[in-house]
């Protein structure tokens, strides 16, 4: 049985996740904390075994990914079905604002209601199927060797759901910190397995801030 191992990393922080402003699949660039958290994720995985570098699309992925893929002299492919949940109408507003207008919608959020979608968005069921799809598509390709894959919060939830079971509806209880490796294992007969979560060694001398969870900032 071939064993994929895969580094899960989320992208660095952007200016938005510091606004606690709904990303989504909007195209916002990283700012100076998270270049600096790219450059820093690239040198702790400079003794790592990667064959291949994969990236959402979207800038902020994009370019911490390339970061890693640049230090490892490998490609950066890119690959839509990691990008962002698609939050619709609610993109570019912060959570504050949608509380204030919106909050029975905000209710139906939190509680992670499985088939509610924001309009013009993705619900949690079409979020999981594209996910779960996309990250076993990259893994079949590269059977027995690792892979770095760089995604979005949203993303990475639903991985470690799939990982360890945790049904879709209940709360995340895991941490979901800017450019923190995550460990995953993948065979065709068994799915996912979790090996390790939320390792952020390499950012020690991140700002007293912390990480910003993409439950404040999608």
Do not use: C
């Not at 996740?17 to 989504?24: K, S």
């Not at 470690?160 to 450019?179: F, I, S």
């Amino acid at each position: 049985m071939h064993v994929t191992r895969i580094l899960a990393i989320r992208h660095g922080e952007t200016a938005w996740n510091r606004d606690a402003r709904i990303q989504g699949q909007l195209d916002i660039p990283l700012n100076d904390t998270g270049r600096w958290q790219a450059e820093r994720t690239a040198a702790a995985l400079a003794g790592e075994p990667i064959e291949a570098v994969y990236a959402s699309d979207l800038a902020r992925a994009r370019e911490t990914a390339a970061a890693i893929a640049r230090a490892r002299g490998l490609p950066l492919q890119t690959h839509t079905g990691l990008r962002e949940r698609h939050f619709g109408a609610f993109q570019g507003r912060t959570w504050a604002e949608l509380e204030r207008e919106h909050p029975d919608v905000v209710r139906a959020w939190k509680a992670r209601v499985p088939d509610f979608a924001p309009p013009g968005g993705e619900s949690l069921l079409e979020l999981r199927a594209r996910v779960e799809g996309t990250f076993a598509e990259l893994a079949a390709r590269h059977p027995g060797a690792q892979i770095v894959v760089v995604a979005h919060g949203g993303v990475l939830d639903i991985l470690y759901r799939a990982a360890t079971g945790v049904d879709l509806q209940a709360p995340r209880a895991w941490a979901m910190g800017n450019a923190a490796i995550h460990r995953v294992l993948w065979t065709a007969d068994s799915g996912f397995a979790l090996l390790s979560w939320g390792d952020t060694r390499h950012l020690e001398e991140a700002d007293e801030a912390g990480p910003r969870d993409e439950t404040a900032a999608a």
